[in-house]
């Protein structure tokens, strides 16, 4: 009865004992509790990893407070609600950044000394979590931070990997792929939610019934798999608002298939059951090109299924109209991955809630929104029809009458331009017919986004200039951003203090704008001195690090220069390596005395190669053939460095990233949608050395082109270049005598680097390296010249974290609550 419920709730109340605390005193207790309760070992007795285990879910406990009284009030004001749909998601390592954001710190680091541990080692005990590939990927954990802190009321929606992104180990030179069974140990950052689960559908037909004299589809399915929600919670800094980020896993379908059990063989059923979870087991490695599989397609739906189920049970849990749906929710694409949810909702419309055809449309179209992250052609998604009527029969229907409408709205507004049409049509004919999940998006996103204003402006006069012709209202752009959570107070704690200090406030720390307060005092000596004292201590980190993964000894005077990033023959990793092997080879032949007027360098290499690709597999064995020869020349000593950092992740970047001094971003003009390390290197004073491409076209006109190093061909100009070959592409002699070196075997494989030499050189340099190769120089020499300057280097260094605050994702996420989702905050009462 009700009232045995109050009753019932009083003495829970009473048995409740407030809040946790957060005084060291408290902590100790709860962690002690946790070394005994849950990870099962003696208080008395217990290592690292296991203190990490009982800090971890100390914390844990205190996030799922706040999380509970979040989605309470979420629920109790019923805002409009934005979901985050996407399949990639780089959170990396959680203990850290979750103290922060919980603003205890301090009481945990005490709370541990206390007991024996320091908090930075027991942070080392975490393992990344890895389910995504590159920036994509990291960007979507940098604005669920934002998200969470500017306390909007959001919800990410991904998969639950089994095996994360490969480790890269490196055996003689060569990437070697190992599996990321990342959760082994255990993962205390995540709840499994066993009763939140929901049916997902595969392969089968579509049938049509008749109800109340109406025609309408059934599909019959004739494969079922169920979805298990997992959630992460995501706390904000500097508020209670802590969101989820729900992942889901895949496991048998609890509806038994009575006939299989009676007649068929045990064992085997049970066996063909399991392979659902193979479903959610596997992230796919390949960044920036996709191949049409079968599983990764199944892969899509399964999450795009469950998110939309879970979604609309939130909303019919407080709302019986569906047209009201666009006042409440507002769904995001992170790219194409996830646009099997527009035929999902048209199914879910119109064949579950029997809404009309066109009502149904109306309502789609004004729920979704699109960002695109990429230009290059191959990454553009195409499903091919046969796989789709095989595993999504109903999904190739509606995807036909969705174009079929297109078509017709097209000819109405152009006429009968049949080359229009054809490049316009969601279905590509052509030897594999597939559907063109880019057009699909546009077509029914009421707004597209870009990454960066020079990607938007690709998008609208290249890629989807007829779209963009034909709704430019539609058009927007988002420039990306990261969270200085993260990426300055979690990763550079030194930095982070200095700033706070000399600004007299934490306050940036969610209001990142402040940071240019710092240009006030960028020539301030004192400032200087304690800047490079920061700069010093974690260059020191960084050797460190060099000398335990490589055995090299590096010295800190010498200036570090970083590229780390995936290997992309676009992103020009090459450049950078020829371009070593000339400075190499110059200072080979200099005279002795000309020597010591060379700025000391080491040279950082890191980033994964997808495992498939050939050419960015090879210029990873380039890179570790180059740094034996010149790291074993005694003719060189410490005058030049050639180091690659294997198996490159979020947590190696939080350690690499504030000890760099100088970061390159050299891809060719026009490839790179936006690119989020540069803004990473800004934050932490880090130098740029970078093509005029994506977000360093932005970050110029915030500090200045005098405060970073830019060379190379711009946008407009790559097609010409390209166009006009040899008449009027200028390669420097050196270009040439450096690829001879390789290409005569000068660091050994010879045979294996001729193809590699290849990609370079005459009509096939198709991303330039050779054009842009004598600009490259000019800016490394003027690099060379401005480190010799401190004063001045130290400098450039505070005047680029003054300007980064653009570049934060708090930024990012304003601009897409205001202008693409219209959404408002909603704070939870501390
Ligand atoms: O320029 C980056 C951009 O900064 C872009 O290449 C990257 O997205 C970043 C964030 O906007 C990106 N990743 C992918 N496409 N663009 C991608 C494609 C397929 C699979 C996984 C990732």
């Given amino acids: 009865s009700s009232l045995d419920r109050t009753a019932k709730a009083e003495r829970m109340f009473e048995l409740m004992d407030g809040f946790l605390k957060n005084d060291p005193v408290s902590l100790q207790k709860d962690i002690l509790d946790h070394v005994e309760y849950t990870v099962a070992r003696s208080r008395f007795s217990f290592d690292d990893f296991e203190a990490y285990q009982a800090l971890s879910h100390c914390i844990r406990d205190r996030l799922i407070e706040r999380w509970h009284d979040t989605q309470i009030h979420f629920k109790r004001k019923d805002p409009k609600r934005v979901y985050f749909l996407s399949l990639e998601y780089l959170m990396g390592r959680s203990l850290s950044n979750s103290i922060i954001n919980l603003g205890i710190r301090d009481q945990c680091a005490d709370a541990l000394s206390q007991l024996g541990f320091e908090f930075e080692v027991l942070a080392e005990q975490e393992g990344d979590a890895a389910l995504g590939n590159g920036g994509l990927a990291r960007l979507s954990a940098c604005q669920m931070d934002s998200l969470a802190t500017m306390d909007f009321p959001a919800w990410g929606y991904g998969l639950r990997y089994q095996y994360g992104l490969f480790r890269q180990v490196i055996l003689d030179g060569f990437q070697h792929e190992q599996p990321d069974y990342w959760l082994n140990f255990g993962n205390p950052w995540e709840i499994e939610r066993v009763h939140v689960t929901y049916p997902v559908k595969f392969y089968g037909t579509v049938e049509e019934d008749i109800s109340n004299g109406e025609k309408y589809k059934v599909w019959i399915p004739g494969e079922m798999v169920e979805a298990v929600a997992y959630d992460n919670p995501i706390p904000g800094y500097g508020t209670r608002n802590t969101i989820t980020l729900r992942l889901w896993a895949a496991k048998p379908s609890n509806q038994h298939d009575m006939e299989a059990y009676n007649t068929g063989d045990y064992i085997d059923a049970v066996v063909t059951r399991q392979r659902a979870e193979t479903i959610s087991s596997i992230l796919y490695p390949d960044d920036r090109s996709h191949q049409g599989k079968e599983l990764r397609l199944k892969q899509q739906y399964f999450f795009v299924s469950a998110s939309l189920q879970d979604i609309i049970r939130r909303f019919k849990d407080g709302h019986k109209d569906l047209n009201q749906f666009p006042d409440k929710v507002a769904l995001q694409l992170n790219d194409t991955h996830p646009a099997l949810a527009i035929p999902e909702v048209m199914r879910i419309l119109v064949d579950e809630e029997r809404l009309g055809w066109n009502e149904a449309f109306d309502i789609t179209c004004k729920i979704f929104s699109f960002t695109t992250h990429t230009v290059l052609a191959e990454a553009l998604e195409k499903i091919p029809v046969d796989l789709l009527e095989s595993l999504l029969p109903r999904h190739l229907q509606i995807i036909y009458d969705i174009n079929s409408y297109f078509m017709e709205e097209l000819k109405r507004r152009i006429g009968l331009d049949y080359n229009r049409l054809s490049r316009m049509s969601i279905v590509e004919e052509g030897a594999v017919k597939s559907i063109r999940m880019a057009n699909l998006s546009i077509f029914c996103s009421h707004t597209v986004n870009g990454v960066s204003r020079l990607h938007s402006e690709l998008l609208q006069t290249r890629v989807f200039k007829d779209f963009y012709e034909m709704w430019p209202e539609k058009f927007q752009c988002k420039t990306n951003g990261v969270t ?60 460190e690090y060099i000398e335990a993964t490589s055995g090299l000894k590096v010295s800190l005077d010498a200036m570090f220069d970083v590229q780390i990033k995936r290997i992309h023959e676009y992103k020009r990793q090459l450049l950078n390596i020829i371009g070593i092997i000339h400075r190499y080879d110059c200072i080979k032949n200099m005279a002795k005395d000309d020597r010591k007027k060379v700025v000391p360098r080491i040279c950082i290499i890191g980033g994964k190669a997808a495992p498939g690709y050939e050419m960015a597999k090879k210029i990873i064995k380039l890179c570790h053939a180059v740094a034996e020869k010149i790291n074993n020349d005694s003719d060189i000593g410490d005058l030049l460095k050639l180091v690659f950092i294997p198996d490159y992740n979020v947590s190696v970047a939080e350690m690499i990233i504030p000890g760099a001094d100088l970061s390159q971003h050299i891809s060719t003009a026009g490839h790179e949608a936006s690119g989020t390390g540069c803004m990473k290197f800004l934050m932490n004073g880090c130098l740029l050395l970078a093509t005029a491409d994506g977000s360093t076209v932005e970050i110029i006109e915030e500090i200045g082109e005098d405060n970073m190093f ?15 070959g040899s008449t009027i592409v200028k390669v420097p002699l050196q270009f040439a005598r450096v690829v001879r070196m390789v290409r005569d075997g000068y660091f050994g494989f010879q045979d294996y680097f001729q193809s590699l030499c290849d990609t370079v050189e005459g009509s096939d340099d198709y991303y330039l390296l050779g054009a842009d190769f004598e600009s490259y120089l000019e800016a490394q020499a003027a690099a060379d010249k401005a480190f010799v300057d401190q004063k001045k280097w130290t400098q450039m260094s505070i005047l680029s974290t003054a300007g980064s605050g653009r570049f934060s994702s708090d930024r990012t996420i304003q601009d897409y609550a205001e202008q693409t989702w219209g959404i408002e905050p909603c704070r939870c009462p501390l």
Avoid at 511 to 538: F, P
Avoid at 710 to 722: D, S
Wanted: aromatic residues 8%; charged residues 25%.
């Fill in 484 to 543: 200085q959570r993260r990426w300055i107070v979690v990763s550079n704690p030194s930095l982070c203090a200095l700033i706070s200090k000399w600004l007299g406030t934490e306050s940036w720390i969610r209001d990142i704008d402040l940071l240019m307060g710092l240009r006030e005092y960028a020539a301030d000596i004192s400032l200087h001195q304690e800047w490079q004292m920061v700069r010093k201590i974690n260059k020191m980190r960084l050797a």
């Fill in 710 to 724: 830019l060379f190379g061909a711009k946008v407009h100009e790559v097609a010409t270049l390209r166009e006009k």
